[in-house]
């Protein structure tokens, strides 16, 4: 398994009228956390895309916990459990402590690896060595 922790403090525009974190604010988390997880294994997807590879959302889920509020100190642990030839799924899990006991939020993001025309491709050779070289260390 890969993992990596983003950290992050929820900001006032995050907030909605009830004082907790909107709902659609914590994809823009999952995002800030994945393209910083793919920079940390050696990634990034300007990288990708110089290769003809493009990687879009297909598939998304949240499960809302419980709402945090404006400055809450939140980490958001990134992980890729498996590696599919034709697609990758990043899990996302949201905690409001550093033991990651205080559980907030689940989520998950479906990728698929397409060729800059649309059509589908497997996962590129690239990608595939560096995430099996970070999995097994």
């Given amino acids: 398994m890969i ?19 909107y709902y659609s604010r914590y994809y823009e988390y999952y995002e800030a956390a994945r393209t910083d997880m793919m920079h940390s294994i050696g990634l990034s ?3 990708l895309e110089t290769q003809g590879i493009m990687m879009p959302v297909v598939h998304s889920e949240s499960d809302y ?29 949201l905690a409001a402590d550093s033991d990651m006991t205080k559980v907030i939020n689940k989520g998950k993001t479906v990728h698929a690896f397409l060729k800059m025309n649309g059509r589908p491709t497997r996962m590129p050779e ?9 999995w097994n260390n």
């Fill in 3 to 21: 993992h990596f922790d983003y950290h992050f403090k929820v900001r006032y525009k995050d907030i909605d009228q009830m004082g907790v974190m």
């Fill in 65 to 93: 916990l419980a709402g945090p509020e404006f400055d809450d100190h939140i980490i958001c642990r990134t992980e890729i459990r498996e590696i599919h030839k034709n697609r990758m799924e990043i899990f996302y899990t």
């Fill in 126 to 134: 690239s990608l595939k060595q560096i995430l099996v070289q970070k």
């Fill in 45 to 47: 997807y300007k990288e």
